[in-house]
């Protein structure tokens, strides 16, 4: 099974996006989705951008993630 975290893109160049998860930084391709920006928050696998998703939900998994951590 496969977990992916909420990213948050810093720069893009081209259908690569540098991504930040927390204090880990790493690029992604973007070839699925359409009209992202830098701040946006994304949902990745294998180095590949798979969706867009909104802060308010970024902040709930990480929220949750972070419960789950200190258990």
Do not use: F, R
């Not at 893009?12 to 880990?24: A, C, M, P, R, S």
């Not at 798979?50 to 951590?69: P, R, V, Y």
């Amino acid at each position: 099974m496969c977990l992916t975290t909420p990213v948050q893109i810093i720069k893009i160049k081209n259908n690569e996006l540098t991504v930040k998860n927390g204090k880990k930084i790493y690029q992604v391709k973007n070839l699925l989705l359409a009209k992202v920006k830098t701040g946006d928050w994304l949902l990745t696998n294998a180095n590949l951008a798979l969706s867009k998703i909104t802060a308010k939900e970024a902040k709930e998994i990480l929220k949750i993630l972070n419960q789950h951590e200190k258990i």
